[in-house]
């Protein structure tokens, strides 16, 4: 009955290596995000789909490339990894009652650590 | 983010009051929100404020809001150890949500 999933919960890999990680979420909401949690637990977005339409696309490297096969299901695949990739990537989904309500819910976060 | 900004750290007795401030640049968001993280999981929504309100209070949870001086905050009444995480703040701005830096809260016996 979870709301937000994600999947795997832990990653850890060595640089270069290509990985992917993916959200389903059962809300039947419209919109879901991608965002990064450094370790000094700043937040920033990657990434938003609304019914499969790449809407947000902030300055991440093209290593990393979003997918949405349908509105339940957002993964992210990040290619030749790098250090600086670690961090806990989080997926979010919500449907705004109107145009400047953004009430998110989060999945548990996968921690992602590149050796 | 820089468009967001937040105490770092916070900590209070059990039994105490918490209150946590943020301010805030952009004016433009309708919603201001408050989120909750406690350690190894996600975000999730504790509350919200629509911007033409002061204040808003939800049991133990009272959220004021300063359009003037651009200020946001929390107070947390009675505050408990399950209350320990990080909290963050929140405005909209060019569609996206803006988080604060998060100030974490440790909850003292």
């Known amino acids: 009955d979870t709301a937000v999933s994600q999947t795997p919960k832990y990653l850890v890999t060595q640089m270069g290596n290509d990985k992917s990680i993916k959200c389903e979420q059962n809300?039947?909401?419209?919109?879901m995000y991608w965002y990064k949690q450094d370790s000094k637990k700043f937040l920033k977005i990657m990434f938003s789909?609304?019914?499969?339409?790449?809407?947000i696309n902030e300055t991440v490297p093209n290593r990393f490339s979003p997918k949405s096969p349908d509105k339940a299901h957002l993964n992210l695949h990040i290619n030749s990894l790098e250090l600086g990739d670690s961090a806990v990537y989080f997926c979010?989904?919500?449907?705004?009652?109107?145009?400047?309500?953004?009430?998110?819910?989060f999945g548990p976060g996968t921690r992602l650590t590149v050796t | 983010g820089e468009d967001v900004e937040q105490s770092l750290f916070l900590s209070v007795r059990e039994g105490d009051s918490s209150v946590i401030n943020c301010t805030y640049t952009?004016?433009?968001?309708?919603?201001l929100y408050w989120y909750k993280q406690e350690p190894g999981a996600g975000l999730q929504l504790l509350t919200y404020?629509?911007?033409?309100?002061d204040m808003k209070q939800d049991q133990r949870l009272t959220v004021l809001l300063n359009k003037k001086d651009k200020h946001l905050s929390l107070r947390i009444a009675d505050t408990q150890t399950g209350d320990s995480a990080i909290y963050f703040c929140a405005g909209v701005s060019w569609g996206k949500l803006q988080f604060g830096a998060g100030t974490q809260v440790v909850v003292t016996p």
């Open positions: 952009d004016s433009s968001s309708t919603y």
């Open positions: 404020i629509f911007s033409n309100m």
């Open positions: 809300l039947g909401h419209d919109t």
């Open positions: 979010a989904s919500s449907t705004p009652r109107d145009v400047s309500s953004y009430e998110q819910y």
């Open positions: 789909y609304n019914n499969k339409e790449l809407i």
